[in-house]
């Protein structure tokens, strides 16, 4: 089974950054696609970006022109970058893997709180 662990959240004023990552306990890239959800207190799971096993990237109209996501195939770590963040993008953030074949076959991590406030 695939294991993803996410770090990097926290506590940040408004206006500024934080750089989540996504470490994945064996070579999956070239078999997942790979995205980053959200899930605010009330709110349903949203999908913020994810990135096909072909290096396309897709992301939420909310995040985008703020928000990056990159992988390093050596590292076996998905990152998302986030710039000027909102107290909107307040949330827990969440790795996911999905087979780009079975795309059934998905795996989550365990997530990582991020807060946005001054």
């Known amino acids: 089974q695939v294991q993803l662990v996410e770090s990097g959240g926290g506590l940040v004023q408004p206006g500024g950054s934080l750089r989540l990552s996504c470490a994945a306990s064996e070579s999956i890239f070239s078999s997942y696609e790979m995205g980053w959800f959200r899930q605010a207190p009330g709110n349903q799971r949203e999908l913020v970006a994810s990135i096909t096993s072909r290096a396309r990237t897709n992301y939420a109209d909310s995040v985008k022109g703020r928000f990056t996501i990159s992988r390093d195939n050596a590292k076996n770590t998905l990152y998302l970058q986030m710039n000027s963040l909102k107290p909107g993008d307040t949330a827990v953030y969440y790795c996911?893997?999905?087979?780009?074949?079975?795309?059934?076959?998905?795996?989550w991590g365990q997530g990582t709180q991020v807060t946005v406030s001054s």
């Open positions: 996911s893997a999905a087979h780009s074949l079975f795309p059934t076959l998905r795996y």
